[in-house]
Each structure stands twice: as structure tokens, then as C-alpha cells.
């Protein structure tokens, strides 16, 4: 698998992408923090290119290099190997390489210019919503055969991640405001990772007004690290689900 | 000559207590051995001076004035059963010691140290720990309480009374206070004239500060931290407040500072940090907020329609998730000169004033006032395409609330 890893690895770094990636998020990083003194501030605009840009280049990149390597894969597969270990080395090299990108473009500046936990949950939830949005990219690859139509449900899905999902939410919210919404809001909320990201941000900048909460069950979820864990293992799970189903349909696939 | 030199002498004797007072010594191990005993043995304006030990004396009852003075730290256990210390004279001074235990009773407010009808009361440099009431002053004047450290752990705000309570009463002066676990830290009612300074109020039960109809008070430098329910000021005016810091006050209706009913008041250079709702006002009219730092707040401040004629000027606010929040059209309190660090506008003439204004309720701020659930969509895209549509064509929010001056950089407070 460390040869495929090794070999797709290679083909990113040709395609130049990912280090204009990194550029992008380096270059965008150091402005913010040469334009504003207060790491809060850089923090919550850092915030919103990590909810809306990284999500978007990361489910697009991943979709677009899939179709991009349909030949070398079909090359591979005519060896002896087995399409989990192409799948799976796709896969692991495409979530590297941005993860590695996000890393370095983000986490370095914020290093150099000294981050509180506040950038360290940030860097953490990027990574993650990287991970998710690869997994979800795979996904929509292997769901057909043509690349117009991979790119657009890879899109789709993050629209409906980024923006549709928390319409659909906030008509539930007012439509059924006058019953006790607490734990199925929350429920409701880990079906996004885009939205469990952040949340890991809001208990990090805004935990403040989330204390003004009623009701216990949310005072010992936020005021505690059971946030935390509970949304790293839904992450989780929406990490390894898509990559599941993804696999699944790989294998059997007629390619 | 000497005639007069005579009668001098003579009328000091007489009338000067100080000059004639003796001092009786409380000893487990001397002549006099219980405090009750030297109380009855002293005249009026003598000094007690107790030596170390513990002394369980039931109701220690002082009724003349005297001057307790605990050597080493002499310890007065109330057993669970009585009120420690009951002063009913004036000038009376209590310093040195640690009382513990008093008796529970919602029913007759036991105490550590209770005081009726007393003048010029001085409690100075004592420790009290789980008393019901720590201090219990009642229609006194001129009393000075300072440097006592007062801690309970109790579970629940019905099983302790306040940690330092004035009722009905002038001119007092609580300052260097330290008050953990009580119901409230400080309580005032009908307390009026009177100075609280550098005292510090933390995780009691309810407030860290309460008090009602007591006014021409001043407040300052005191620190009120992670307290059930913040400070609550009630049916007051002529308040002063400047420099206290509010720190950490977090969860459902717990206010760094709750104002109701409150007037001609001032509260200036004080700093807002980390607390569910800073400020909540209701009722407030023709109060000063300024030179306050807010920040990393939930709201800086909510007010109610119902406040008018206040006027928020030099304050900064920083990193609170919502900086203001009203729950009416109407605008009868100013808000300008501000610094907001929300504020995107530009200033073309370099001044350091904004040229647009600024209005810091945003659309989102008067949905979850609405709807508290929905504040877990803060900071999504769609609330920040909502919110930005809300800034171009202003439907929800007051239109008029706005900071005409805003601040393009924080004011320089130095608190």
C-alpha cells in the first residue's frame, strides 16, 4: 500500500494544486495576522475559511484527481493487487497531501505567531473537516462513472453540508420553538459535520453565551469535555462511514 | 496655674474612657477563663484581650463597648446551635478571631457576628467559617468591616444566609473582604452612604453582590467571580460603581451585573470578563456606562425596552459573542463612542472616529433572544448571509440604535 501511497503522492505533487493550496492558506493566514493584533479575531476569520474553503477545495480536489487517475487505477488494477489496497492508498494519499497542506498553510503561521487552544481546536477541526470532505468525495466518485456528475454531487454535498442543512435547521428550530428542542437540536447537529466543527469552535470562542443555555443536559455538555469527545467521535464516524461505503461499492464495481 | 492644671486632669479621668480603660485577660489557663466572664468583669471602654484556645461559650452577648481583641487567633465555636457573637453597644471593636459553627435558623438569621442598633462597630481581621450569616448588622451606623475572610461550604443557597449582610443602615464601609460559599457575598438592604471596597466575592451560592433600596452606595475595586447568579442591584439611586471586575459569572439568567430599577447612577471603569450576560438592565433611567471593558462576553448588554436616558460612552467591547441586545424598537439611551471591535466601517478623514455608524444589534442577536436553541447556529454561513443581508435593508433590528461615533481603535482604560 506504501507504494501506491508513494506513487499517487507523486502524481499530486505534480498537478501543483495542492501547493498552490498551501500558498493560498499561508499567504491568507499571515495577512490576517499582520492585519489584526488580536489572536481572537484572527482566530474567528480564520474560522470561516476553514468552514466554507477547506470543505469546498477539499471535496472538489479529492473528486477532480480521482477521475484524473481512473486510467492509472485501471493500470493498477490489471496487476495483481487488490482494489482495497488501490482504493484505500488513493485515498490516504489524496487526505494526506491536503491535510499535510492545511497543516502547514494554517498551523505554521499560527505557531509563529503564537496560537491558544482556541487555534489548536481549529487546526483540529480543519483536519478533521478535511478528512470528512476526502471521505465524501470518494464517495461521490465511485456513485458513477461520469466526471461532470461525480463534480456535481460532490458539490451538492457540500451545499447541503454548508448551507442547506442549517436552512432545514433553523426551520425546525422556529417552527418548533415552543417545545424543549435541546437534545434533538444537538442530535440533530451531529449530523453535520460542517456544524460539529463548529461547535467544537463555538465552545472554544463563544462558551460564554453558550452557558446561558437552559436546562442541565447542555451545561454538562459544554461545560465539560464531553462536548469535545462526543464530537470527535461523530467526526470520526463521518469519516470512516463515507470511506466505508465508498470501498464497498469499489470493490464490486465493473469498472 | 496649677489649679487648672488640676481640673484638666481631673475632667480627663473622668470623662476620658480611654485614658482610665484596663485591659482583662482571657486565659484557658489564667484567672479569667471565658469571655462571658470579662465581659460582665469589664467596664465600659475596657479591652478583652483573649489568648489562644477554643472557646464554646453559647451566645457571647456584648453590651457595652469594648474592645475584643484575639491574640494568636483565638478560636469561638458556636456548636451548630448558637449565634456566635451578639453586640448590642456601641463602639465596639471584634479583631483576631475565627468563629466557627453558628447555629442554622432561617427563622432568627443566627450568625457568626450579629449587631443591633450599634454605632462605630469595628469587625477587623477575623476568619469565619460555615456560619449561616457570617456578618448580620442590623439599624447600625458607622461600621467598619474589613480584612475578614469569610468561607461556607455549603451544597445549596437554603442551607446559608449571606456572607456579610446590612440591613437598615448608614454610612458603613466593608473593604479587603473575602466572601466563598455563601448565599450571597454581600447583601444591602436599606444601607445607604456607605463604602465597599476591595472586598472579593466568589463562587457563593447566588450573588456575589446584592442589594436593594440602598442608595448613594459606592462600589469599587471589588472583584465578583464565578458566583451562582453575578451581582444584582434592585430599587436603587445614586450608585456609584467604578472598577470592579466581573469575571466568569456563567449560565442561564446569570448576569456579570443585573440593574433594575436603577437611577442616576454611574458605572465607570469597570471590566466585563468571560460572563453569560454582562450587563442586564431593566427599568435602569439616566444611568453612565463608561470606560468599561467588555469583553469575551456572551451579550455585553441586554437591555430591556423599559431603560431610558442612559448613556454608553468610551466603553470597549471585545469578543463578546453578541455585543448588544434589546428586545424593542423604540431608543431612548445613547450609545456613542464606542469602541466596537465588530465595527467594519472606514474613516476617510483619519480622526479615529468611524464615518458610518455603527449598530451593534445584529439580526441574529433578536432571533435568539426569540429563541435561545437557536443560538447554535451562530457563526454558521447561513446566519452570516442572513446577517449581512440584515445590514444592507435593516427590517428586524431597531434602526436607530446605532453608535454615530464609533471608535476605530479601543479606548485606552487603564483600570
Known sequence: MTRVIKYVFYDILRTRFILLYTLFLLVSTIAMFQLDTDTGKVILSLMNIVLMVVPLVSIVFSTIHFFNSYEFIELLLAQPVNRKIIFLGEYFAVAFSLCFAFVAGVGLPMVLYGADASGFTLLYSGIMLTLVFVSLAFLSSVLTRDKAKAIGIA?????????????????????FMDYPLEKITLALVSLNPVDLARILMLLQLDISALMGYTGAFYKEFFGSNLGLIFSSLVLLVWIVIPVWGALRIFTKKDL | MNLLKFHTTLVLCLTGISVCAKTILVDPAGSTKSIKQAITQAAAGDTILVKP????????????????????????????KYEILTIHASNVTVSGFRIISSGVSSVNDLAGIGAINTDRLVIRDNEFAETYFGIHISNSRNSIIENNRLSVSARSEYETGNGIHLWQSTQATIRNNHVTGHRDGIYFEFVTNSRIEGNTCERNQRYGLHFMFSHDDEYHRNIFRENGAGVAVMYTRNVTMTYNLFEKNWGNSVYGLLLKDISDSKVTSNRFIQNTIAIYMEGTSRTEFSENIFSSNGWGIRLQASCDANTFTRNNFMRNTFDFATNGTLVLNSINGNYWDKYQGYDLNKDGIGDVPYRPVNMYTMVVERIPTAVLLWRSFLVFLLDRAEKVFPAVTPENLKDEYPNLRPHDLST
Open chain 1, 155 to 175: 458539490l451538492l454535498f457540500w451545499f447541503y453540508f454548508s448551507l442547506i442543512y442549517d436552512g432545514l435547521l433553523m426551520w425546525i428550530i422556529y417552527t
Open chain 2, 53 to 80: 484556645g477554643i472557646y464554646r461559650e453559647g451566645n457571647i452577648i456584648v453590651n457595652k463597648p469594648l474592645v475584643l481583641i484575639g491574640e494568636g487567633r483565638p478560636v469561638l465555636d458556636g456548636d451548630r
